[in-house]
């Protein structure tokens, strides 16, 4: 199905198309078409991110931060971060919230970092979603509300099929986070397996 769907975008997608571009390399990079031509999407990105595309800016700061096309450099990502989320890109806002939360490039900032995830959440972004409910259970930069997260974790893995939930979800059954009262092999496994199929 992958490359179905890749096919169709491919022929769709011309080089004069820098926007069309831009989200093919995104749906290469983030696993949802099975070719991933890694040069293709660094050049891609880069291209629109020149061009302004907020989406190219989030795409080369995550070919910068794990090495897509080129040896990993931690210097530019953070500033292409800021650039992606100040035009209004999920992606781009979901992580420089975790790098603000986190100190990742630069200085903390928990309280703008969940503020820039509550934005991507409010966008779409499911897997901004996924993070704030990891946030609530763990208490990194929200109060800890262990039913709550752990609701919106179940109601994103079972009825979304969300693999950052269904991952978290194995983890913490396997009695991770401190959970070793609630460790459940059989529901560690079925997430793991969720996340693995995504």
Request: with cysteine; net charge neutral.
């Amino acid at each position: 199905m992958k490359f179905i769907i890749f096919l169709a975008l491919a022929v769709h997608v011309c080089a004069a198309d820098l926007p069309a571009n831009v989200e093919l390399a995104a749906r290469q990079l983030d696993g949802e078409v099975a070719k991933m031509d890694q040069a293709f999407i660094l050049d891609t990105f880069r291209r629109g991110s020149e061009a302004g595309i907020a989406r190219a800016h989030a795409g080369l700061a995550d070919c910068h931060s794990w090495g897509v096309g080129m040896p990993r450099n931690e210097e530019p990502v953070r500033r292409l971060r800021e650039m992606a989320a100040k035009a209004g890109d999920a992606v781009g806002m979901l992580r420089l919230g975790e790098d603000l939360i986190s100190g990742s490039g630069g200085p903390r900032d928990p309280q703008r970092g969940i503020e820039l995830i509550r934005k991507a959440s409010a966008l779409g972004l499911k897997t901004a979603d996924a993070g704030l409910a990891i946030r609530s259970l763990i208490g990194e930069g929200l109060p800890v509300d262990r039913e709550t997260g752990l609701k919106r974790l179940h109601e994103l893995a079972d009825t979304d099929g969300n693999s950052i939930a269904a991952f978290f979800l194995g983890q913490l059954y396997r009695g991770e986070f401190g959970n070793q009262d609630g460790k459940n092999p059989d529901l560690a496994r079925k997430y793991l397996m969720l996340a693995a199929n995504k």
